[in-house]
């Protein structure tokens, strides 16, 4: 491992100065290629206009269409906090604009993800006239067609890469599909269905459907937030101010119930909601329900307004969230004796008949972190009655997990039964009998793909702070910005002399660090490992709540 600072344009630094930002603010900032206030004034009006969106036009007059006839809609939710957001901005719109609708979600142990053919017949049960996909369905080429035998049409709102073939829906919106102009492609899957769900207002609109007051879709901007945070896509400037708009309202005490539920489950301050909040508090406990059990407990929360069943559908996710983290301790636990038992820098592709394949996404990313390669966790599961192994994987910088799976896809064909996903992030479905030829033929693409300087551990930092910067409103004031994939919480480096370190809760180190003759409280979560007596630390400015007061700490993330 080795800690860097991030290059950073001291001509930027003392422009952000000028206008006003706080002198540590705009160092990270400008770090971040932020090159004036102004791309910090997140602002409704200046979100990327709909209409770039290819078919959004076509998809906001089918939607108008099917309300003015009174069609039943039927939205086909994703298993995870971007799926289940995005329906849940779906229901939510939708019903303000007086549309007949439901959602329907996979059972990820027996029909797997996306709109299958089983899924269809399913949601037909229900007699649908127009199915709308929220986060899946770019990918569902046989489902669609199904649907279309059905004489069900088909509406794909989705953001992940698409394949060589696209469904034959009556319409489909994705950023990333050819030909869409849209200048982000980072949008998550609940910016994709908010953005429809803009364009369709703007065309009930002009049919003159709003008698009197206009439905407020700034309402659901916490929802869109808390997915797009959740689902760890690239928080680009457009990305940045959709969370932004969502941060103000809940902070207002202005958010939906349920989200509100979910922090004040986790015994968080709903007037201080930060990024960090959305991404590890409400995040995680939304997907304990698509993990252990039905993310329709996870979707009911979020469009419930009643708050007292707001927070007992809250109270059981918070229960489904322990039960998860349980479950990874164990699994991790197994993966860390296989990994042991491995020669150093091999190993990409791990199983065991034990693990639980709604946590196998955590374990490797977990597994990831450690190793510093990409890894994809298999357990065993279902698909059609038949036992197939589900695959979760997760990536570092510098190699695309999806095109990766293409590429093993393409050499070995029949050897993938199904995959999708991201840059970082992809899940996929195989044989058990072909674990040991898959484990080989993505090895092998792994190390064609990899560049060498990617195989290198560095931990990129903003750099050391003065004594004087290390104040509870320094950390109070960071904590309020935004960050997350892309655009990364600060994480700052200096050398240490470590007075003393003991054992907190059992997975915790507490420290006294020292620096200048200045003592520093200082906590490494979840790591036991000794410190050395002198060392260089990579480490978070953080503020420790305890009865009520707060106090600045030192969360030491990695050292030298």
């Not at 609708?101 to 053919?117: A, I, M, N, T």
């Not at 409400?282 to 039905?294: F, S």
């Not at 930092?461 to 509870?472: I, P, S, V």
């Not at 809760?505 to 002198?534: I, T, W």
């Given at each position: 491992?080795?800690i860097?600072?991030?290059?950073?344009?001291d001509?930027?630094?003392?422009?952000?100065?000028?206008?006003?930002v706080?002198?540590?603010?705009?160092?990270?900032?400008a770090?971040?290629?932020?090159?004036?206030?102004?791309?910090?004034?997140?602002?409704?009006?200046?979100?990327?206009?709909?209409?770039?969106?290819?078919?959004?036009?076509?998809?906001?007059v089918?939607?108008?269409?099917?309300?003015?006839?009174?069609?039943?809609?039927?939205?086909?939710?994703?298993?995870?906090?971007?799926?289940?957001?995005?329906?849940?901005?779906?229901?939510?719109?939708?019903?303000?604009?007086?549309?007949?609708?439901?959602?329907?979600?996979?059972?990820?142990?027996?029909l797997?993800?996306?709109?299958?053919?089983?899924l269809?017949?399913?949601?037909?049960?229900?007699s649908?006239?127009?199915l709308?996909?929220?986060?899946?369905?770019?990918?569902?080429?046989?489902?669609v067609?199904?649907?279309?035998r059905?004489?069900?049409a088909?509406?794909?709102?989705?953001?992940?890469?698409?394949?060589?073939?696209?469904?034959?829906a009556?319409?489909?919106?994705?950023?990333?599909?050819?030909?869409?102009?849209?200048?982000?492609?980072?949008?998550?899957?609940?910016?994709?269905m908010?953005?429809?769900?803009?364009?369709?207002?703007?065309?009930?609109?002009?049919?003159?459907?709003f008698?009197?007051?206009?439905?407020?879709?700034?309402?659901?901007?916490?929802?869109?937030?808390?997915?797009?945070?959740?689902?760890?896509?690239p928080?680009?400037?457009?990305n940045?101010?959709?969370?932004?708009?969502?941060?103000?309202?809940?902070?207002?005490?202005?958010?939906?119930t349920?989200?509100?539920?979910?922090?004040?489950?986790?015994?968080?301050?709903?007037?201080?909601?930060?990024?960090?909040?959305?991404?590890?508090?409400?995040?995680?406990?939304?997907n304990?329900?698509?993990?252990?059990?039905?993310?329709?407990?996870?979707?009911e929360?979020?469009?419930?307004?009643d708050?007292?069943?707001?927070?007992?559908?809250?109270?059981?996710l918070?229960?489904?969230?322990?039960?998860?983290?349980?479950?990874?301790a164990?699994?991790?636990?197994?993966?860390?004796?296989?990994v042991?038992?491995?020669?150093?820098?091999?190993?990409s592709?791990?199983f065991?008949g034990?693990w639980?394949?709604?946590?196998?996404?955590?374990?490797?990313?977990?597994?990831?972190?450690?190793?510093?390669?990409?890894?994809?966790?298999?357990?065993?599961?279902?698909?059609?009655?038949?036992?197939?192994?589900r695959?979760?994987?997760?990536?570092?910088?510098?190699l695309?997990?999806r095109?990766?799976l293409?590429l093993?896809?393409?050499?070995?064909?029949?050897?993938?039964?199904r995959?999708?996903g991201?840059?970082?992030?992809a899940g996929?479905?195989i044989?058990?009998?072909?674990?040991q030829?898959?484990?080989?033929a993505?090895?092998s693409?792994v190390?064609?793909l990899?560049?060498?300087?990617?195989?290198?551990?560095?931990?990129?930092?903003?750099?050391?702070?003065?004594?004087?910067?290390?104040t509870?409103?320094?950390?109070?004031?960071?904590?309020?910005?935004?960050?997350?994939?892309?655009?990364?919480?600060?994480?700052f480096?200096?050398?240490?002399?470590?007075?003393?370190?003991?054992?907190?809760?059992e997975?915790?180190?507490?420290?006294?660090?020292?620096?200048?003759?200045?003592?520093?409280?200082?906590?490494?979560f979840?790591?036991?490992?000794?410190l050395?007596?002198?060392?260089?630390?990579?480490?978070?400015?953080?503020?420790?709540?305890?009865n009520?007061?707060?106090?600045?700490?030192?969360?030491v993330?990695?050292?030298?």
């Amino acid at each position: 491992m080795h800690i860097v600072e991030r290059p950073y344009s001291d001509e930027h630094r003392q422009i952000l100065i000028s206008e006003g930002v706080h002198p540590v603010l705009a160092r990270i900032y400008a770090a971040r290629r932020i090159r004036s206030a102004l791309e910090l004034q997140y602002d409704a009006s200046s979100l990327i206009a709909p209409k770039f969106l290819k078919s959004i036009g076509d998809a906001a007059v089918l939607l108008a269409d099917a309300i003015q006839a009174d069609k039943r809609m039927l939205i086909v939710a994703d298993y995870d906090a971007d799926g289940a957001t995005a329906c849940a901005v779906g229901l939510r719109a939708l019903r303000m604009f007086g549309a007949r609708v439901d959602y329907l979600v996979p059972d990820r142990f027996k029909l797997g993800y996306g709109l299958s053919p089983e899924l269809v017949e399913l949601a037909a049960q229900r007699s649908p006239e127009l199915l709308i996909t929220v986060d899946n369905g770019i990918a569902s080429v046989e489902g669609v067609a199904r649907a279309k035998r059905l004489g069900i049409a088909t509406l794909i709102t989705d953001h992940h890469l698409p394949g060589a073939e696209l469904p034959a829906a009556a319409c489909i919106v994705n950023p990333n599909q050819p030909g869409c102009e849209f200048p982000s492609k980072a949008l998550a899957g609940v910016g994709v269905m908010f953005y429809v769900m803009l364009a369709l207002r703007a065309e009930l609109r002009e049919r003159g459907a709003f008698k009197d007051k206009e439905p407020n879709l700034g309402a659901l901007t916490d929802l869109v937030a808390l997915g797009t945070i959740a689902d760890v896509v690239p928080l680009d400037a457009n990305n940045r101010n959709l969370v932004s708009q969502g941060l103000k309202r809940l902070r207002a005490g202005r958010g939906q119930t349920g989200v509100m539920a979910l922090l004040r489950a986790a015994g968080r301050q709903v007037a201080q909601a930060s990024s960090f909040d959305l991404g590890f508090v409400a995040g995680p406990r939304l997907n304990a329900a698509g993990r252990l059990a039905d993310m329709s407990v996870g979707i009911e929360c979020l469009i419930a307004d009643d708050e007292a069943r707001a927070a007992n559908l809250a109270q059981q996710l918070d229960r489904l969230n322990s039960e998860r983290r349980g479950i990874e301790a164990a699994m991790l636990e197994r993966a860390l004796k296989i990994v042991a038992a491995l020669e150093p820098a091999s190993g990409s592709v791990f199983f065991d008949g034990g693990w639980h394949q709604g946590v196998v996404g955590i374990l490797a990313s977990r597994l990831k972190d450690r190793m510093h390669r990409p890894v994809i966790c298999f357990a065993r599961g279902e698909e059609a009655s038949r036992p197939v192994l589900r695959g979760s994987g997760r990536s570092i910088p510098g190699l695309h997990l999806r095109d990766c799976l293409d590429l093993v896809a393409k050499r070995s064909p029949g050897l993938i039964a199904r995959f999708g996903g991201h840059a970082m992030a992809a899940g996929l479905t195989i044989a058990e009998t072909d674990l040991q030829r898959f484990g080989e033929a993505f090895e092998s693409a792994v190390d064609e793909l990899l560049p060498a300087e990617a195989r290198l551990r560095t931990i990129e930092t903003d750099g050391a702070l003065e004594h004087a910067q290390c104040t509870l409103d320094v950390a109070r004031m960071l904590e309020g910005e935004i960050w997350g994939q892309g655009f990364p919480q600060p994480l700052f480096c200096d050398t240490f002399a470590v007075e003393s370190q003991r054992v907190v809760g059992e997975r915790h180190l507490k420290l006294r660090l020292v620096k200048d003759g200045r003592r520093y409280e200082a906590m490494r979560f979840g790591a036991l490992e000794p410190l050395p007596q002198r060392v260089r630390a990579a480490y978070r400015l953080a503020v420790n709540e305890f009865n009520g007061l707060g106090n600045v700490q030192l969360n030491v993330e990695h050292f030298e």
